[in-house]
Every structure is written in structure tokens, then in C-alpha cells.
């Protein structure tokens, strides 16, 4: 018996529970049909263009992402946008977002382990989810040495922090734009904190808190999960082929 989308979706709510998604988002079954058997499915961190593109080549009828294909409230689908693209190769678009941000096993899961570092707490409870992990490191580092071996584990292009000048024993990770956690690392005695998508303030703020801070990018820091969520698919639903987008990159360049 083949395994529909609403099966697939099912699995995904056994190691990320929809219920557990944060009230702005909009994780979930955003576009298509529940009941379609698709052979072949696509995993990115976004729905781009490429994306589509690249399903349409491997005539991939389910992409599952972790940003939502629609996040605000659309006004109308036209021509050439991404929902009307996928309406019209009649692909089905599944996202896990901040349900499987907070997961145990889930992106923050994902990161620190992609880092090498073993999660021995977490950063702070926001609206009853655990946010972010606290990591204890056997050997100090220096921030330029955090910062490089970031760069090498994650394969960022490119790194950008604060340094606050102390070594680095405890360092505190989450995943996406989550500066706003910055206050709580600091609470728990954080040297670093990993990050992405930080704004000039919070770069004052670190340096008032003497922490430093690590922006290793959105992409990077969530693309980590991608691997992690084909595997445990994979394992749920042998005769379906489930396939990381090679078009699913960083889209920004550095110089």
C-alpha cells in the first residue's frame, strides 16, 4: 500500500507535534492534496523558483520545507508566483517551521550537533517551549577560534561577530533569528551565543554583556536539519524516495 502525504505529515507531527508551533506560525499542510501517494519527495529549507524547478525535473509531487510556503495571509495567487507554480505542477508543499525548531531531535537538535558539542541545557521556556540549547565544552576557545570552527563545521561563507574577548567555555546556540534570547544566555552564564540574522543593537547589547556573539547565518544555521529529517523519513517510508533539493542553498553572496 502506498503512503499518502497525510501519512507523511502524520510522521513528521510524531517527532515535531503541529500542536507545539508557535502562534505566528503557519507550519503545517500549506498547499495540495492530503490524499496524493507521491513516489518521490523533495526536502529544502525554502520554496524558491530552483526548488520548484528541480521538483518538476525529478517529478517530485511533495516538498516538505521548514519555512512555510505561506506565512501571511494571501490575497490572491497569481502567475508566476510560488503558489500558483505549485498549483499548476500539482506538488503538494508540507513545512515543519518552529514546531520542529523546538522539537527534542529537531533543528537546535540539529545544530549542535552539526557543531560538535553535547547539549547539556537549554536556554530559557518562551510560552511554554524550550528554547535554544546550552552547550559545556571540555576545552575552551578562544571567540576567532568559535568562530572559525563554526564557519568549517556549518560550511558558512562567511561569519560575523562580536568578539568579547574572554574564553569560551559555555556557549548557548539557537537556531534562525533568535538574538532575542541573548538576555536569557546571559542569565545562564553564557560566554557565546550562536545565532543568526542579528541587528546592530544586539551587537551593542553583547558587548554591555560581555558575550560573544556569533551571527553564522540563517541558512546555515537551519539547513542542518535537512539531513536529519530525510533519514528519520526515510526509515518510515521505504518505497517513497526522499531527496535533499541540491537548489536549497544560501542564496546570499559575500565578498
Do not use: W
Not at 495567487?77 to 525548531?101: E, M, P
Not at 552564564?189 to 547589547?205: G, L, P, Q, R, V
Not at 517510508?237 to 542553498?249: G, K, R, W, Y
Request: net charge negative; hydrophobic share 40%.
Amino acid at each position: 500500500m502506498k503512503k499518502t502525504n497525510l501519512d507523511i505529515y502524520n510522521k513528521i507531527n510524531e517527532l515535531a507535534p503541529y500542536c507545539t508551533a508557535l502562534s505566528y506560525d503557519n507550519s503545517g499542510f500549506n498547499i495540495g492534496d492530503k490524499y496524493a501517494e507521491p513516489e518521490r519527495v523533495l526536502l529544502a529549507l525554502d520554496i524558491t523558483n530552483a526548488v520548484i524547478d528541480e521538483a518538476v525535473r525529478l517529478d517530485a509531487k511533495l516538498i516538505i520545507t521548514h519555512h512555510p510556503v505561506i506565512f501571511q495571509p494571501l490575497k490572491s495567487v497569481l502567475s508566476g508566483s510560488i503558489a500558483y507554480r505549485l498549483l499548476q505542477n500539482n506538488i503538494s508543499a508540507i513545512s515543519a517551521h518552529t514546531n520542529l525548531d523546538i522539537a527534542k531531535g529537531g533543528v537546535n537538535t540539529a545544530l549542535c550537533d552539526a557543531l560538535g558539542f553535547e547539549a547539556n541545557d537549554i536556554i530559557t521556556v518562551d510560552d511554554g517551549a524550550e528554547m535554544g540549547i546550552i552547550s559545556h565544552l571540555e576545552n575552551e576557545m578562544t571567540p576567532i577560534g568559535l568562530a572559525e570552527h563554526i564557519k568549517q563545521r556549518l560550511g558558512c561563507k562567511g561569519i560575523k561577530f562580536y568578539n568579547a574577548g574572554r574564553s569560551i567555555k559555555t556557549v548557548a546556540m539557537c537556531s534562525g533569528a533568535s538574538s532575542h534570547l541573548l538576555f536569557d544566555c546571559a542569565k545562564k552564564n553564557a560566554d557565546a551565543f550562536i545565532t543568526a540574522d542579528i541587528k546592530h543593537s544586539m551587537f551593542i547589547e553583547a558587548d554591555t554583556l560581555g558575550i560573544t556573539l556569533i551571527d553564522a547565518g540563517h541558512f546555515s544555521t537551519e539547513s542542518v536539519v535537512l539531513p536529519r529529517l530525510k533519514e528519520y523519513l526515510q526509515k518510515s517510508f521505504e518505497q517513497t524516495e526522499f531527496i535533499i533539493a541540491e537548489s536549497s542553498v544560501d542564496l546570499c553572496s559575500y565578498i
